[in-house]
């Protein structure tokens, strides 16, 4: 494989840190994939799952203090306070690498540094990006395989010498003191160590992708976003692009494979999870999925609610901390109605009822995207796909209603940036806490906030026909618990009526937020959905949201002078509407 020498440098300086026993440069190769899964089942590492129903599949349980991303933990390592922003963690460079670097001196003496050239986005896009990682964890090196574009192919992507993300991790002694995910934006850097789970240790996912890449993408002039993409196809056969943005365990997954209820409408998945758009030559917003497979939760997962992840993960997929049967098969709560007798835990003991869930709530499946019954003919074009509408949306059990569209992108931006939702377990912490989550990036966005918002406006201002744009709530909750609204495939009525928006031939009433869907612009048809029920789902209650503004103006805050004049006239302007109506 050909090397830059500046790539040979750095990893030349990791190893003399790191000190391993050899160093092995990944070719990205089927026969390297199988070696190193052979290797992890010697070990303990992984456990093979029942080759007759699960053929190619693995169990890796990771160390019981090492299941989630650790947001407390994660750094923005900017020359300055204020570049890394109030929503960030800051550490200064010198600070960081001071405190990191005794525990990466040795931390791969006896263990082998894996060297992992990976390519972030389609062959031949010039939107995609390269990064060279080094690790000694054998569970990463497989993983990143199944999530990048591992091999020759990334350094040929290269525009120069210089021209990668250098990632350096260590899952050291996976000890939380000494745990650390440090971002240097600056320098395009990634440190790791202390960690072997998915979010903390596979750097081209949340670090590069996001962090990093949300960084380069506003110097460069584009969007780097944690957002799934879909096309809507219509009875016609015409196809609609969408990009969403949820958090974590929010039905993000779901809705990128969702499978339609609606005779003669379908989706088509070109991403789960992370969108690299730009704004072409025409003016017209792209987008094109950096990611070649999918790192997705597990629980909940289900014929029921996504039948097209269920049929993808059957093969070549590698599962991390879900439950284990008798039969050798993978199993996680919301699979089956009622689980299997003679389960052992995440952990690999045997399971009861009353000692917790069997499978870990943050329990992952990681599989290839070409797997997925519903991926699109086109998920890998260079060119990407035209972007019509996006969308926002969180699990709220009150205030937002099911679906609505912002008034123009400046609304939309402060829809985006205003977003709430209630914590999962896919972060460490209290579930169930609403939290702000800003475009779903706050735990991603690699740069102040405030600059991150009026980047997002400086888009709009050379999108020549700008995408709409939605917020919507899957998950409102009525007064006795229930939820208002079924989801699942269900939704693909409400993707429906987007696209019908972005034609132009479906009604909306306006509101003080934006408009909702007029009465029977909803199709509904064959869906035993009462009026006074949708009517409830998409309720605007003026003093719940004023309460909720309020909350709003306290983050907006911290951005002080920061914080562009466009989002705070908006905040103001939705007062005075809420005043009014």
Same mark, same amino acid.
């Not at 974590?248 to 991403?271: Q, Y």
């Not at 997705?296 to 901390?321: C, D, E, L």
């Not at 439950?323 to 389960?343: I, V, Y």
């Not at 908006?570 to 005075?576: I, M, S, Y």
């Given at each position: 494989?050909?090397?830059?020498?500046?790539?040979?440098?750095?990893?030349?300086?990791?190893?003399?840190?790191?000190?391993?026993?050899?160093?092995?440069?990944?070719?990205?190769?089927?026969?390297?994939?199988?070696?190193?899964?052979?290797?992890?089942?010697?070990?303990?590492?992984?456990?093979?799952?029942?080759?007759?129903?699960?053929?190619?599949?693995?169990?890796?349980?990771?160390?019981?203090?090492?299941?989630?991303?650790?947001?407390?933990?994660?750094?923005?390592?900017?020359?300055?306070?204020?570049?890394?922003?109030?929503?960030?963690?800051?550490? =200064?460079?010198?600070?960081?690498?001071?405190?990191?670097?005794?525990?990466?001196?040795?931390?791969?003496?006896?263990?082998?540094?894996?060297?992992?050239?990976?390519?972030?986005?389609? &062959?031949?896009?010039?939107?995609?990006?390269?990064?060279?990682?080094?690790?000694?964890?054998?569970?990463?090196?497989?993983?990143?395989?199944?999530?990048?574009?591992?091999? +020759?192919?990334?350094?040929?992507?290269?525009?120069?010498?210089?021209?990668?993300?250098?990632?350096?991790?260590?899952?050291?002694?996976?000890?939380?003191?000494?745990?650390?995910?440090?971002?240097?934006?600056?320098?395009?850097?990634?440190?790791?160590?202390?960690?072997?789970?998915?979010?903390?240790?596979?750097?081209?996912?949340?670090?590069?992708?996001?962090?990093?890449?949300? =960084?380069?993408?506003?110097?460069?002039?584009?969007? %780097?976003?944690?957002?799934?993409?879909?096309?809507?196809?219509?009875?016609?056969?015409?196809?609609?692009?969408?990009?969403?943005?949820?958090?974590?365990?929010?039905?993000?997954? $779901?809705?990128?494979?969702?499978? =339609?209820?609606?005779?003669?409408?379908?989706?088509?998945?070109?991403?789960?999870?992370?969108?690299?758009?730009?704004?072409?030559?025409?003016?017209?917003?792209? %987008?094109?999925?950096?990611?070649?497979?999918?790192?997705?939760?597990?629980?909940?997962?289900?014929?029921?609610?996504?039948?097209?992840?269920?049929?993808?993960?059957?093969?070549?997929?590698?599962?991390?901390?879900?439950?284990?049967?008798?039969?050798?098969?993978?199993?996680?709560?919301?699979?089956?109605?009622?689980?299997?007798?003679?389960?052992?835990?995440?952990?690999?003991?045997?399971?009861? +009822?009353?000692?917790?869930?069997?499978?870990?709530?943050?329990?992952?499946?990681?599989?290839?995207?070409?797997?997925?019954?519903?991926?699109?003919? $086109?998920?890998?074009?260079?060119?990407?796909?035209?972007?019509?509408?996006?969308?926002?949306?969180?699990?709220?059990?009150?205030?937002?209603?099911?679906?609505?569209?912002?008034?123009?992108?400046?609304?939309?931006?402060?829809?985006?940036?205003?977003?709430?939702?209630?914590?999962? %377990?896919?972060?460490?912490?209290?579930?169930?806490?609403?939290?702000?989550?800003?475009?779903?990036?706050?735990?991603?966005?690699?740069?102040?906030?405030?600059?991150?918002?009026?980047?997002?406006?400086?888009?709009?201002?050379?999108?020549?026909?700008?995408?709409?744009?939605?917020?919507?709530?899957?998950?409102?909750?009525?007064?006795?618990?229930?939820?208002?609204?079924?989801?699942?495939?269900?939704?693909?009525?409400?993707?429906?009526?987007?696209?019908?928006?972005?034609?132009?031939?479906?009604?909306?009433?306006?509101?003080?937020?934006?408009?909702?869907?007029?009465?029977?612009?909803?199709?509904?048809?064959?869906?035993?959905?009462?009026?006074?029920?949708?009517?409830? &789902?998409?309720?605007?209650?003026? &003093?719940?949201?004023?309460?909720?503004?309020?909350?709003?103006?306290?983050?907006?805050?911290?951005?002080?002078?920061?914080?562009? %004049?466009?989002?705070?006239?908006?905040?103001?302007?939705?007062?005075?509407?809420?005043?009014?109506?």
């Amino acid at each position: 494989m050909s090397r830059t020498s500046v790539v040979e440098k750095w990893v030349d300086e990791a190893a003399a840190l790191t000190r391993p026993s050899r160093t092995v440069w990944c070719d990205g190769s089927k026969a390297e994939y199988d070696g190193l899964v052979e290797a992890m089942l010697r070990d303990g590492t992984l456990l093979p799952l029942n080759s007759r129903t699960y053929p190619n599949c693995y169990l890796h349980r990771s160390h019981p203090q090492d299941v989630a991303r650790t947001e407390q933990l994660t750094y923005i390592c900017a020359g300055a306070r204020d570049d890394a922003g109030p929503t960030n963690n800051w550490m =200064s460079p010198a600070d960081a690498k001071a405190k990191a670097t005794p525990w990466f001196r040795g931390s791969m003496r006896s263990r082998t540094m894996y060297v992992i050239p990976y390519l972030m986005g389609p &062959a031949g896009s010039a939107m995609s990006r390269v990064g060279v990682m080094v690790t000694d964890s054998e569970y990463v090196v497989a993983s990143m395989h199944l999530m990048t574009r591992v091999g +020759p192919v990334a350094i040929q992507h290269m525009r120069g010498d210089d021209d990668f993300i250098a990632g350096l991790h260590s899952i050291g002694d996976l000890s939380p003191d000494r745990r650390l995910i440090l971002h240097f934006p600056d320098e395009k850097l990634i440190w790791s160590v202390g960690s072997g789970y998915g979010g903390n240790a596979l750097l081209g996912k949340k670090c590069h992708a996001l962090r990093i890449g949300s =960084s380069q993408a506003r110097q460069e002039g584009w969007l %780097a976003e944690h957002m799934l993409i879909i096309g809507v196809e219509d009875p016609e056969g015409r196809v609609t692009y969408l990009a969403a943005a949820m958090p974590s365990a929010s039905g993000k997954t $779901n809705l990128a494979m969702v499978v =339609s209820s609606l005779p003669g409408w379908r989706a088509w998945t070109l991403g789960d999870d992370i969108a690299w758009m730009w704004v072409d030559a025409h003016g017209q917003l792209r %987008a094109i999925n950096p990611e070649r497979g999918f790192f997705g939760v597990a629980p909940n997962t289900s014929p029921k609610t996504n039948p097209n992840g269920t049929t993808m993960v059957r093969s070549n997929t590698i599962f991390t901390n879900v439950a284990l049967t008798p039969s050798g098969e993978p199993w996680w709560e919301g699979l089956t109605p009622e689980p299997p007798a003679g389960l052992v835990d995440w952990q690999g003991r045997p399971w009861q +009822p009353a000692s917790g869930p069997a499978a870990h709530p943050n329990s992952r499946f990681t599989v290839l995207a070409s797997q997925c019954p519903s991926i699109a003919p $086109n998920w890998e074009d260079p060119q990407g796909v035209p972007i019509s509408g996006l969308i926002f949306g969180s699990r709220r059990s009150a205030v937002i209603p099911l679906v609505f569209e912002a008034f123009d992108w400046t609304h939309g931006v402060f829809l985006g940036s205003a977003m709430s939702t209630e914590t999962t %377990a896919a972060i460490t912490g209290k579930v169930g806490v609403v939290r702000r989550d800003p475009m779903a990036m706050l735990p991603f966005c690699g740069y102040n906030m405030a600059e991150y918002f009026a980047h997002w406006l400086g888009i709009g201002q050379r999108l020549s026909k700008p995408p709409r744009i939605f917020r919507v709530n899957w998950f409102r909750r009525d007064a006795d618990g229930s939820f208002l609204w079924p989801g699942y495939g269900e939704n693909m009525r409400v993707l429906k009526w987007m696209v019908e928006r972005i034609r132009g031939t479906a009604r909306a009433d306006e509101t003080p937020i934006g408009s909702i869907p007029a009465p029977g612009s909803l199709d509904l048809q064959g869906l035993a959905m009462p009026a006074d029920r949708l009517a409830r &789902a998409l309720r605007v209650d003026s &003093a719940e949201w004023s309460s909720a503004l309020d909350d709003l103006g306290e983050f907006y805050g911290q951005f002080g002078q920061r914080l562009p %004049a466009p989002i705070s006239k908006t905040l103001a302007a939705t007062r005075r509407k809420l005043g009014a109506a």
